[in-house]
């Protein structure tokens, strides 16, 4: 079993920066990828970042140079530093754990940018 808790979510004016975090735990030593979600009001939930297994990072095409992904082994965090942000990056962010053929899902975290 995984346990994923987000935080750092807030408003921010457009052109601001936020940092998510993620603290997993659980089995967590034995994910294969940890990955960043969002979804938006009336939308469906998409893909901003993944962190895979070995060091891989792979950005969604609207957020590549303006966000981060990071994952500190130690502390079991995953966080994703958020840069230029624009009002179509709001939503509900969300981390995923893929361990060993499940996933796992934490609450969310709304970030909401105003324009």
């Known amino acids: 079993q995984v346990q994923l808790v987000e935080s750092g979510g807030g408003l921010v004016q457009a052109g601001g920066s936020l940092r998510l975090s993620c603290v997993a735990s659980g089995t967590i030593f034995s994910a294969n990828a940890m990955t960043w979600y969002r979804q938006a009001p009336g939308k469906e939930r998409e893909f901003v970042a993944a962190?895979?297994?070995?060091?891989?990072?792979n950005y969604a095409d609207s957020v590549k140079g303006r966000f981060t992904i990071f994952w500190d082994n130690a502390k079991h965090t995953l966080s994703l530093q958020m840069n230029g942000l624009k009002p179509e990056d709001a939503g509900v962010y969300y981390c995923?754990?893929?361990?060993?053929?499940?996933?796992?899902w934490g609450q969310g975290t709304q970030v909401t940018v105003s324009s």
């Open positions: 995923k754990a893929a361990v060993r053929g499940s996933s796992y």
């Open positions: 962190f895979i297994s070995g060091g891989i990072k």
